[in-house]
């Protein structure tokens, strides 16, 4: 049996997020650095691995949200993609997942 691809998607959050010099968590890390600190299981390869945005949850916008369904499309055109992973903060989560969810095949 082959490898699962798998895409990673990052939009920033929590996740990605990083105390400033004032003390701020700010969303800061990249995917590629979220992947480095991940033990990926044999026999899946994360790719794309790709930074969309990289904001704290409240900067979601509707351009941002469908920026990131047409990314989602785009992936999953690609018939070699099992799944994606999103990094996306808390608190526009519902709503961006309600609108990929609407736009998206």
Known sequence: MGTTRVA???????IASASGADGQLIARRSVAELLDGCDVPAG???EPAVDLDR??????DPRRMWRLA??????????????IVITHGT??????????DL???
Not at 91 to 100: C, I, K, Q, Y
């Open 8 to 14: 990673l998607l990052g939009t920033g959050g929590t």
């Open 70 to 83: 047409a990314r989602i499309q785009e992936v999953l055109a690609e018939p070699e993609v099992a799944g």
């Open 44 to 46: 899946i390869s994360v």
């Open 91 to 100: 608190d526009t989560l519902e709503e961006t997942a309600f609108a990929v």
């Open 103 to 105: 736009v998206t095949a």
């Open 55 to 60: 904001i704290n949850s409240w900067d979601m």
